[in-house]
Each structure stands twice: as structure tokens, then as C-alpha cells.
């Protein structure tokens, strides 16, 4: 019988982060073969992770990743069970692991949200070819045993334009959002004041106040939630007996309320609400000279 040593099972948690003991149960049940004994520690993770898939993730982190040139950033949700493990080392190096691997991918060349996680879950790990995704969420599981999940990610990438893209976030990663910022000159996006607006930008989005925006501007808001809108409208209005004669004009008034709580360029400033965004990104424009643009946006909500 071959002699498990304590080197050898430190090395082996070293590799794979599981306890000692689950360490020198694997290294003894593969006979002291270390790679083996990596593989046996993977399908056991793997296993653990198919029991706890049933169980209820409703904690976690939404994470926000920005490239060296500032241009270009992810964002990520990944959820767990529970906020003790969400704050544990063990699942922030997972959340930094797969912000990294989509950073690498094909996927951070082009702006949008990415809902398909089933493909993504299915997707060759940046690190290790033989390895997927779901894999490494798996290993994941086995060693912090708790049900975890990839739930959502999206892009902004403007690389190639006169652009920052920033993030924000709230209380620990339970709420993050990015947004992506044009100017007209280069030199703007060094600007302290620029920086500045960028960050209350960010902020407005994560805030979320007087409600979650949905667009940045009006022309942004999707066909399927204005139509919604206007039809809830009419309804209610229908409801209240108001004559027919003024039922469009009721609607539309009513739709203005919604613009300006739910479009962010209309939404009250949130450091100085007798003022729109708006009003301020024209504000510091102004002083420097230059062109400001809100490009587009997003924000990830634990239990969204």
C-alpha cells in the first residue's frame, strides 16, 4: 500500500482546494496517483453539484469586469444560497474566474446581454480545453457546497471609439450596473470633472430611483414595454369613467410620468433631483467644451 504522505495531500488541496481529509480519502482510494486523484475530487464535485442543482440559489454576487483601456466591460451574475458564502474568498476567486474566461471569449467583441446560459454553460474553459464552464462551477460546488449558478451576462463594448465604460457597485456586489459613455475628444475621458459625472452615472443606473430605468432615452425604450405601457394606461383610464374625448390625452400625460421616471436621461438627478440626468451630462459638456453621450446600459439585481 502506497504511503500517503502529508506533502502529498497539501499538494493535492493546493490543486483543487477541497478539505485535507477529502484530500487523502481521493489520494488513498487512487493509490497515491496525484492525477488521478485531481480527476476522482472533479467527478465527486461534479456529482455534488447534480444533487444540489434542486436547491433554491437565491444569493450571490453581480460583478462588473473593465478592460485595461477602459473601454470595454462585463457584467456577471452568479448566485449561491446563501450571503455567508457569497462573501467567502472561495466563491469571489469563482465569480473572478468566469468574469475572466467571458473576457477572453468571443463574446466581450460585441455589446448586448448573453441569455442563453446553457450555451454558456457549455463553453470550452478558458484555462483548460478539456474542461467546460459548467465544469468549473461543478468543482465549485463540490468544494463549497452549495448549489451555484450562472444566471446572467451581458457586454459593452466600445473599443475603437472615444468612450469609457463604468461600473458601479452596491452593497457588496447585490447590485452592479455599467454604463457606456461617448465623447467628442479623446482628452474628455481623462477629465476629473468627465470621471466624475461617469461614476454618478453608474450610480443613478445601480440606484434605480424613483424607478429602474429601462432605456436611456426615449427612442431606446423596447417596442413590447411601451405598447404594455400605453395599454395598462388606457385601460386604467378607461376604468375611471373619464370621457372618452380625453382618454388620449390622459394616456399621453400619463406616459410622460413614466419617461421621466423610467428613462434615465429624464430620471431626477439622484445627488440633486430638481434637475434631469440630463440637465447635468449637458452641464459638464458644457464646461468642457465638448459632446457627452450616454451610450447604453446595464443593471443586474440579485432576485431580479
Request: aromatic share 6%; with cysteine; net charge negative.
Amino acid at each position: 500500500m502506497v504511503e500517503i504522505n502529508a506533502t502529498l495531500v497539501k499538494e493535492l488541496r493546493k490543486r483543487t482546494g477541497v478539505g485535507l481529509m477529502e484530500c487523502k480519502k481521493a489520494l488513498v482510494g487512487t493509490e497515491g496517483d496525484l492525477d488521478k486523484a485531481v480527476e476522482a475530487l472533479r467527478v465527486q464535485g461534479l456529482a455534488m453539484a447534480t444533487k444540489k442543482a434542486g436547491r433554491t440559489a437565491e444569493d450571490g454576487t453581480a460583478a462588473a469586469w473593465i478592460n485595461e483601456q477602459g473601454d470595454a466591460g462585463l457584467l456577471l451574475e452568479v448566485n449561491c444560497e446563501t450571503d455567508f458564502v457569497a462573501r467567502t474568498d472561495d466563491f469571489r476567486s469563482l465569480v473572478n474566474d468566469l468574469l475572466a474566461h467571458f473576457a477572453a471569449s468571443e463574446h466581450f467583441s460585441t455589446s448586448g446581454a448573453y441569455d442563453d446560459i446553457e450555451a454558456l454553460l457549455g463553453e470550452a474553459y478558458y484555462k483548460d480545453s478539456e474542461r467546460t464552464v459548467r465544469d468549473v462551477i461543478a468543482e465549485a460546488v463540490g468544494k463549497i457546497g452549495e448549489n451555484i449558478q450562472l444566471s446572467r451576462l451581458a457586454v459593452i463594448n466600445l473599443s475603437g471609439r472615444s468612450a469609457l465604460v463604468q461600473p458601479y457597485e452596491h452593497a457588496g456586489g447585490r447590485v452592479t450596473s455599467l454604463i457606456g459613455i461617448e465623447a467628442g475628444k479623446p482628452e474628455t475621458l481623462k477629465d476629473e470633472k468627465f470621471l466624475a459625472l461617469a461614476k454618478d452615472l453608474a450610480m443613478q443606473v445601480a440606484a434605480g430611483m424613483p424607478r429602474v430605468p429601462v432605456a436611456i432615452n426615449r427612442d431606446q425604450i423596447p417596442e413590447d414595454i411601451l405598447e404594455e405601457e400605453k395599454r395598462i394606461y388606457r385601460e386604467q383610464t378607461l376604468a375611471e369613467g373619464k370621457p372618452e374625448n380625453l382618454v388620449d390625452k390622459i394616456v399621453t400625460g400619463r406616459l410622460n410620468k413614466f419617461f421621466k421616471e423610467a428613462v434615465l436621461l429624464e430620471q431626477p438627478f439622484i445627488k440633486e433631483d430638481k434637475q434631469n440626468v440630463q440637465k447635468i451630462v449637458q452641464s459638464v459638456a458644457s464646461e468642457l467644451g465638448d459632446e457627452i453621450t450616454p451610450v447604453m446600459f446595464f443593471r443586474f439585481a440579485i432576485g431580479d
